[in-house]
């Protein structure tokens, strides 16, 4: 009996070939998971990086058409001389101002243009082709006279090689409403 008593007092400490198994196993889970999490925050940040310049220069190019349009002089002098992807008008210091996608409209960018100056200052790059557009409301309409709704679809491509579009938006109610 004394015997059986040593053999079990002599077992070597450590770990069993099962225990290393399960403790491999559950360490190999968890990191699966961990990572699937974070290759999808890296995709977002990725793809976030790829969107910030395009939304930057939409904003400016809405506030710079914006700020145009609101110092009109009156909703009356509104034009659409090169069809639903041009603007034309007068703002408040007598300048004659043309927004538009280009003459062809295949541009991929939205230009404005000052009385006869033969230059087109670009307000944003990377518009979808024909995606520029404006709806005008009466000066007479009783519920929203003077209203120009602004509206053009940005897309640039990501490192991923993906196309992303983005839309963009906005209404400005002309200053001036006199008929």
Same mark, same amino acid.
């Not at 099962?18 to 889970?29: D, Q, R």
């Not at 790829?50 to 002089?73: H, K």
């Not at 003459?103 to 995606?131: C, R």
């Given at each position: #009996? +004394?015997?059986?008593? +040593? !053999?079990?007092?002599?077992? *070597? ?5 099962? !225990? /290393?198994? #399960? ?14 999490? #974070? ?12 969107? !910030? $310049? ?10 710079? /058409? ?12 509104? @034009?659409? *001389? ?29 230009? #404005? ?5 033969? =230059? !087109?200052?670009?307000?944003? $790059?990377?518009?979808?082709?024909? @995606? ?9 309409? *009783?519920?929203? $006279?003077?209203?120009? =709704?602004?509206?053009? %679809? /940005?897309? %640039?491509?990501? =490192? ?6 983005? $839309? ?8 001036? =409403?006199?008929?």
């Amino acid at each position: #009996m +004394d015997s059986h008593r +040593d !053999e079990k007092r002599k077992r *070597p400490a450590g770990f069993t070939l099962i !225990e /290393m198994v #399960m403790t491999l196993t559950i360490i190999s889970i968890v990191a699966g998971v961990g990572a699937t999490s #974070m290759i999808g925050g890296f995709n977002a940040y990725l793809t976030a990086r790829d969107m !910030e $310049p395009m939304a930057s220069n939409a904003r400016l190019a809405l506030q710079r /058409m914006s700020l145009e349009l609101r110092n009109s002089v009156s909703c009356t002098g509104i @034009s659409q *001389p090169g069809g639903l992807g041009s603007l034309q008008f007068t703002n408040d210091q007598g300048r004659l101002i043309l927004v538009n996608q280009g003459a062809d409209g295949t541009k991929n960018a939205i230009y #404005m243009k000052f009385d006869a100056d033969p =230059t !087109e200052w670009l307000l944003a $790059p990377n518009v979808e082709a024909n @995606s520029l557009r404006f709806q005008i409301t009466s000066c007479l309409d *009783p519920i929203k $006279p003077g209203l120009v =709704t602004l509206s053009f %679809t /940005m897309a %640039t491509t990501t =490192t991923k090689g993906d196309v992303l579009r983005l $839309p963009f938006r906005t209404s400005v109610y002309v200053r001036s =409403t006199s008929s």
